[in-house]
Antibody, heavy 117, light 108 residues
Framework: QVQLVQSGAEVKKPGASVKVSCKASGYMFTSYGLNWVRQAPGQGLEWMGRISGYNGNTKYAQMFQDRVTMTIDTSTNTAYMDLRSLRSDDTAVYFC??????????WGPGTTVIVSS | DIQMTQSPSSLSASVGDRVTITCRATQDIRNSLAWYQQKPGTAPKLLLF???RLESGVPSRFSGSGSGTDYTLTISDLQPEDFATYYCQHYNPTLPCTFGQGTKVEIK
């Protein structure tokens, strides 16, 4: 079945970087893009950006433009989201979600990232 | 970027009630609107896309309508498993996408 499996929880210090992975299975990875969405504790959903599974082209949300890099590895059907210069307000659950034809149709379970000194 | 304003932010309802949640975009989004349900500790689940099309496997008590800038999610005959938070989303495969602030549906 179509599935997105994410890497495990991370605890980072302010100023550090975190790299979250999202491994896809059950569909042709290169035919779909992947999005990254985050959710701070008790807050709503915030779109961070997307990456094409075909050619790795990216589109980032303006507020993350300077700190985020999204990449893919088509040999392992895995997408990565690298967030730099972490701050306490980056503490959140980070989700990957498949770019379906008309919406985000498959979601990973989420990766908790805690930023604390 | 297009902004989405969702209302209400929360509501209380009883099993069997009909519930309506609205979402307004800052410009015409031409039905590029999706609705998601999220329960605590889990990922969002797609309910409807293209404003009114039901995702496979989603019960028919969920429906969507609207056009232009204004859209509505209706849950008829609210069930215990429907108590959750609902988000609208402007979806465009090539542009930035945005979510509404969410509506928490609680038990009265």
């Amino acid at each position: 079945q179509v599935q997105l499996v994410q890497s495990g929880a991370e605890v980072k210090k302010p100023g550090a970087s975190v790299k979250v992975s999202c491994k896809a299975s059950g569909y042709m990875f290169t035919s779909y893009g992947l999005n990254w969405v985050r959710q701070a504790p008790g807050q709503g959903l915030e779109w961070m950006g997307r990456i094409s599974g075909y050619n790795g082209n990216t589109k980032y949300a303006q507020m993350f433009q300077d700190r985020v890099t999204m990449t893919i590895d088509t040999s392992t059907n895995t997408a990565y989201m690298d967030l730099r210069s972490l701050r306490s307000d980056d503490t959140a659950v980070y989700f990957c979600a498949r770019n379906g034809l008309s919406a985000f149709d498959v979601w990973g379970p989420g990766t908790t990232v805690i930023v604390s000194s | 970027d297009i902004q989405m304003t969702q209302s209400p932010s929360s509501l209380s309802a009883s099993v069997g009630d009909r519930v309506t949640i609205t979402c307004r975009a800052t410009q015409d989004i031409r039905n590029s609107l999706a609705w998601y349900q999220q329960k605590p500790g889990t990922a969002p689940k797609l309910l409807l896309f293209a404003a009114s099309r039901l995702e496979s496997g989603v019960p028919s008590r969920f429906s969507g309508s609207g056009s232009g800038t204004d859209y509505t999610l209706t849950i008829s005959d609210l069930q215990p498993e429907d108590f959750a938070t609902y988000y609208c989303q402007h979806y465009n495969p090539t542009l930035p996408c945005t979510f509404g602030q969410g509506t928490k549906v609680e038990i009265k």
